[in-house]
């Protein structure tokens, strides 16, 4: 289950958007936060807060890291760490998201994310590998 959290929160970081740099593609470099739900296989859903998203970008490629609570069920919030990376294409952004307690590549859990930029929104859906899960994010850039 928390591999999906993760998995949120790289597609949230992945889809932000902000403004274009021509051919090059949007600049999505900068903070994110925003909101998510999940569903696991079984059925059980999960509310997520992206508490933070920080995006980095050279050219097309994009990497970070991230910060968010998962609420599963009605269990207890946990907060989490993870790490992320991926690329744009036009207003699209496919990449791959994990849990990091340290500096990669020492991170668990490994999620797929596919997002869409929209000015200074991101929304996206993440497919966590290691548990079925599947989440929908949408992101918001925060002012700097």
């Known amino acids: 289950m928390k ?3 993760f998995a949120v929160v790289a597609l949230s970081i992945l ?17 994110w ?3 998510g739900q999940a569903i696991y296989m079984d059925g059980t859903t ?10 980095y970008q050279k050219g097309n490629f994009v990497y970070g890291d991230s910060q968010f609570t998962v609420k599963i069920g009605g269990g207890a919030a946990q907060t989490l760490p993870g790490q992320l ?9 496919k990449g791959a998201f994990g849990m990091c307690m340290l500096a990669a590549p020492d991170c668990v859990g490994a ?12 929304s996206g859906t993440i497919i966590d590998l290691s548990d079925g899960s599947t989440s ?9």
């Open 136 to 144: 929908a994010v949408t992101l918001y850039r925060m002012a700097d």
């Open 111 to 122: 999620a797929v994310f596919e997002g869409k930029i929209s000015g200074n929104m991101l």
């Open 33 to 35: 936060a925003g909101l």
């Open 15 to 31: 889809c932000s958007a902000g403004s274009f740099a021509g051919k090059g593609g949007p600049i999505i470099a900068g903070s």
């Open 85 to 93: 990376s991926g690329y744009i294409h036009g207003n699209l952004l």
């Open 46 to 55: 999960a509310e997520i807060s992206v508490d933070f998203v920080s995006v």
């Open 3 to 5: 591999r999906k959290i």
